[in-house]
């Protein structure tokens, strides 16, 4: 056993003992009622989340590792299978609120139990074998981005929990409210442009470092000149639109979107309310019908520190591509494509208020065009040229869902940091308010095609 092995084995230990206790932390400040609450079918229960982080790491490496592995239930894997068709039935999706067994104190010891194990496999040695260790290892790896993915679910899913709760609870207190200042006041003028002359540009995962398989392969796209706002849509920005009949005219609208807005009495971005509305509106709801203002035309936002007032300097967050689409044609720009917004990040610096406890809130994030909120894009979510699946089961793991989505980029406020690259793809159905996202505006540039 050489020393790189070991000092290789150590390093991934660490990883894997910080990953997942960040997801406990997260999940500390709740209850078990908290924890069991499903509040619409894309919302899944916090002690779901920690159960099926477990289970991915038990059923992908802790059982073909060791045939003698004892797994902890034998109904955990129907129960915290999330969609592996290929490895059986699984309890519906938009059920999952329902079960109240297992218990959170059950999924706690479904998670040390799992922990316990994957040490021992982590503190192994190498068995000669190096293809094979290498495929565990990054198995490991791709188990720990999946966790994460899933702490980002967590905020956003209980987020939506608590939103629908006449109290108004905060998941954490203690989170420092988010105050305008220099850097902020200046963002409600109209944004500046990172121009690009077009051409042949390549995108696509090129390490070094993790990659999802959506990422790939890298290969090269043809750009027409165009430029990118130098920073989010605000709140401000949003309220004029509203102001403006935004919500009640069609023809700013996709015709899907003109359907929902009508369906769900869409006003105002998920989580605003007038906040002279005494109570009676819960944000989180889809809002019932009425002008774009309610009473001196003051807004209050729920975030996961309780309610506040709009900051009209902050990102505007939780809206749908749809909205995201029609503030655009409001404009009179457009929403940049994923190719545009990847090679516009690719030379500017990956910094931003990414996941961390005491700001779950998105923060302007001006000079990058990371962090903040997810931006969405006119990019439908399909396969880059030469993509292929893996094989078996993880070939599910994106492959499936390269239909009826729409691509976000740049990462949240509550996007893990290893998570934030230029060439990460995140997405989300054209209807979808419940994640952190807002967006970014693009313009045509006249030159040589």
């Given amino acids: 056993m050489g020393t790189g092995d070991r000092e290789g084995r150590a390093v991934l230990s660490d990883r894997y003992e910080a990953v997942r206790a960040l997801t406990e932390t997260l999940a500390e400040p709740l209850s078990a009622e908290d924890q069991t609450v499903q509040s619409m079918p894309d919302v899944s229960p916090t002690k779901w989340h920690r159960g099926h982080t477990s289970w991915f790491f038990e059923t992908f490496l802790l059982a073909p590792a060791d045939p003698a592995y004892e797994r902890f239930h034998p109904r955990f894997a129907y ?8 490895l059986g039935a699984r309890h519906p999706r938009s059920e999952r609120g329902l079960i109240s067994r297992p ?62 709760s006449p109290l108004q609870p905060a998941y ?31 995108i696509g995962h090129r390490g070094p470092g993790f990659g999802f398989d959506n990422e790939s392969p890298r290969h090269t796209v043809h750009l027409a000149p165009f430029a990118l706002a130098d920073r989010t849509v605000t709140c401000g920005e949003w309220l004029a639109f509203m102001d403006d009949g935004g919500y009640q005219r069609p023809e700013l609208w996709l015709s899907d979107g003109w359907t929902l807005v009508r369906q769900h009495g ?95 809130h998105p923060e302007a994030a001006p000079g990058t065009p990371f962090g903040g909120v997810w931006q969405w894009t006119s990019s439908a979510y399909s396969p880059y040229p030469g993509f292929r699946t893996a094989t078996g089961a993880l070939g599910e793991y994106n492959g499936k869902f390269m239909v009826n989505q729409q691509v976000l980029r740049g990462g949240s406020c509550v996007t893990p940091p290893g998570h934030v690259r230029a ?4 997405f989300f159905p054209p ?5 952190f996202a807002g967006l970014r505006l693009a313009r045509d540039l006249e030159g040589p095609r």
């Fill in 79 to 86: 129960i915290f299978n999330s969609y592996y068709e290929a």
């Fill in 103 to 164: 218990g959170v104190a059950d999924v706690t010891a479904y998670r040390r139990h799992v922990d316990e194990a994957m040490g021992e496999l982590l503190d192994r040695p190498a068995d000669g074998d190096r293809p094979a260790d290498e495929d565990r290892r990054a198995l490991v790896e791709l188990g720990l981005h999946h966790e994460q993915q899933h702490q980002e679910l967590l905020l956003m899913d209980i987020k939506h929990v608590l939103s629908i």
């Fill in 172 to 202: 954490r207190p203690s989170i420092a409210p988010i105050k305008p200042d220099a850097s902020t006041a200046s963002l409600r003028s109209g944004p500046g442009w990172w121009e690009h002359e077009g051409g042949g540009a390549a």
């Fill in 266 to 360: 869409w006003r105002s971005p998920l989580y605003w309310s007038p906040a002279d509305n005494g109570g009676d509106d819960v944000p989180g709801g889809d809002g019932g019908p009425g002008g774009a203002t309610g009473g001196d035309g003051d807004w209050q936002i729920f975030t996961l520190s309780g309610p506040r007032p709009v900051d009209p300097s902050e990102p505007v967050c939780h809206v749908s591509y749809y909205e995201a689409d029609a503030f655009a044609h409001w404009t009179g720009y457009r929403l940049p494509t994923e190719a545009e917004w990847e090679v516009a990040a690719q030379c500017r610096p990956a910094r931003g208020g990414f996941l961390q406890l005491d700001t779950l």
């Fill in 423 to 426: 060439s990460y793809r995140n």
């Fill in 431 to 435: 209807s979808a308010r419940w994640p």
